[in-house]
């Protein structure tokens, strides 16, 4: 089975701090995907990468970046952090057989900022 | 942007009845999923649907589209307890970008 791996479960940081949500899969996926999810909103698209140091803006950017060094490897970047990026978070990952079986998802990683 | 609606956003039912969540979606796409996620939980897969008229069926739940209408249900026979969750439907586009809709979130009632 894939494997898509979020570091943290759980995690409490300060306002202003640089954080850092790690997602690793082992599946050789090309296609990775954040998403945040909050009540009432559904799922929202933040990035997305295709291949290894691409990426693609989705819906919701703002006060976020990425990073994608290697191909297993889809970091998330909250450069200063804010109260109203406190959320779950979800790392998705595919490959070409995404219309067969759509996407793997992590375990989610709830991000409160205080 | 390909927008995504679930309806009921919250539903509470009893166990043995019958009920339907609903997913219309805004352009065309003849790909659509749907995924269950448990409290404090990750999205699992349930169903695929990949063309219209598109039937899943797996325990008490059955899924179907119809892409004319732009329209999915999630239909649940006689709900146990065991099914209480939140539901999510995802429609595809030409790429690889799927678009969630708000969730339903079922709770089934003894």
């Known amino acids: 089975d894939v494997k898509v791996t979020q570091s943290s479960r759980y995690l409490v940081k300060r306002t202003g701090e640089k954080v850092f949500l790690e997602c690793v899969q082992d599946m050789d996926h090309e296609n990775m995907f954040w998403y945040r999810q909050d009540p009432g909103l559904g799922l929202r698209l933040i990035y997305f990468s295709y291949d290894v140091k691409m990426k693609e803006k989705g819906d919701i950017p703002e006060g976020y970046s990425v990073s994608r060094e290697k191909k297993e490897r889809f970091s998330l970047i909250l450069e200063s952090a804010s109260t109203n990026q406190t959320s779950m978070y979800l790392c998705?990952?595919?490959?070409?057989?995404?219309?067969?079986?759509?996407?793997?998802f992590g375990s989610g990683t709830r991000l409160t900022v205080v | 942007e390909l927008k995504v609606e679930q309806n009921p956003l919250f539903l509470s039912m009893q166990e043995g009845k019958n009920y339907t969540i609903y997913c219309n979606y805004s352009t065309t796409s003849d790909r659509l999923y749907w995924y269950r996620q448990d409290p404090g939980k990750s999205l699992e897969s349930l169903f695929v649907?990949?063309?219209?008229?598109a039937v899943k069926q797996e325990g008490r739940l059955m899924a179907s589209l119809d892409t004319k209408a732009r329209l999915s249900t999630l239909h649940i026979t006689a709900a146990v307890h065991d099914l209480s969750a939140t539901y999510f439907c995802?429609?595809?586009?030409?790429?690889?970008?799927?678009?969630f809709g708000t969730g339903t979130s079922l709770t089934v009632i003894p």
């Open positions: 649907l990949l063309s219209n008229g």
């Open positions: 998705a990952s595919t490959d070409g057989t995404v219309i067969l079986y759509g996407y793997t």
């Open positions: 995802a429609v595809s586009n030409t790429g690889n970008q799927f678009y």
